[in-house]
């Protein structure tokens, strides 16, 4: 089977879909398949750039071509009966308003979306938002398949350090819920390592709350590996995700995590993770001391991840995929 992997050409710092789909395609060529990675001439930017990179896609051969995320316009000029449409999320379509709200929800999603032979989503929280956002749309047609870990994670155990805990928090965009989780740490003494770019206004406010920090950005992907084995815990009370990423990359590592309690996140966590209420400072305060405070908490904390993990395994994953794949084909040659 030839699979043709369709990608946005990625502004400066983007990596987490790149990092998937090419373990994905890693996956698939060690299964016997012919993969061909297809990353699209221009950046998402601008009604030009977007016909360009949709009339690039027109001419990319396969018996599947697969729409990796992000770019989802793409598939008007695919075959449909041949097409696979991954959608990360509908973040954007609660952000926008109006007109551009409009525009873009005919040309991400319900023209793509229609023009395609499955959609692939990467929670069953991301499936219950998109059909509740599109109720007319066949639910047969969208299949959960969840995001693989990288296997640059590996187990590293490590003494909790309770007297002062290093926690760290990957990401820095308002969903990550920052404001909350500062105000919930002060007064809890740890060092706090945020991964991503800070505002001015926000390292302000972790001064003013005595909170002591680092603030590491443009990791590679080895350096976010070690900030992972440096740290004591993982804290993720975001207030919405497609999947939750560090969740599991915090679990496969061994550090007890914390994170909300919804969105995608109870789905991916499992029953490895301290979950709390992302609205309400108290919560999450109160789920930082109840791993700080006992040792067997965060040992059953960590088992239970590390077991939860598994369900992640990228060769799972292509398999899942393979399989996707292999009924699309049979049902558009029958």
Not at 207 to 235: A, F, H, W
Not at 304 to 310: H, L, Q, V
């Amino acid at each position: 089977m030839k699979i043709a992997l369709l990608q946005r050409r990625p502004f400066p710092g983007q990596f987490s879909v790149e990092g998937y789909f090419g373990r994905l395609a890693d996956d698939l060529r060690l299964m016997g398949h012919e993969v061909q990675p297809c990353i699209l001439p221009h950046l998402s930017l601008g009604v030009l750039p977007r016909v360009r990179n949709m009339l690039h896609a027109r001419r990319i051969q396969g018996d599947i071509v697969h729409i990796t995320g992000d770019v989802h316009y793409t598939a008007l000029g695919c075959e449909p009966s041949r097409t696979v449409l991954t959608i990360l999320d509908c973040a954007t379509l609660e952000r926008l308003r109006g007109m551009r709200l409009r525009i873009f929800r005919y040309f991400w999603f319900t023209m793509p979306m229609r023009r395609c032979a499955a959609i692939s989503v990467i929670s069953h929280e991301t499936k219950r938002v998109l059909l509740e956002k599109f109720p007319a749309f066949d639910e047969n047609k969208v299949r959960v398949i969840y995001v693989s870990i990288s296997d640059r994670f590996q187990f590293s155990p490590r003494e909790f350090q309770s007297d002062c805990p290093r926690i760290l928090q990957v990401g820095t965009k308002g969903n990550k819920n920052l404001d909350r989780l500062f105000r919930a740490l002060q007064g809890i003494r740890c060092k706090l390592i945020i991964v991503g770019e800070l505002t001015s206004d926000e390292c302000q406010f972790l001064r003013r709350l005595g909170i002591d920090y680092e603030n590491p950005k443009g990791l590679t992907d080895s350096q976010l590996v070690e900030e992972y084995r440096k740290c004591d815990m993982v804290s993720f009370a975001s207030t919405m995700e497609g999947f939750g990423m560090p969740i599991v990359e915090g679990q496969v590592t061994g550090r007890p995590v914390l994170t909300a309690n919804v969105s995608s996140m109870p789905e991916v966590a499992g029953r490895g993770a301290c979950l709390v209420d992302p609205y309400d400072v108290g919560s999450i305060r109160r789920g930082f001391e109840a791993i700080v405070g006992s040792s067997e908490y965060r040992e059953e904390l960590i088992r239970a991840g590390r077991e939860n993990s598994k369900r992640f395994h990228s060769r799972a994953i292509a398999t899942e995929f393979a399989k996707l794949y292999s009924e699309i084909l049979e049902a558009s040659s029958a």
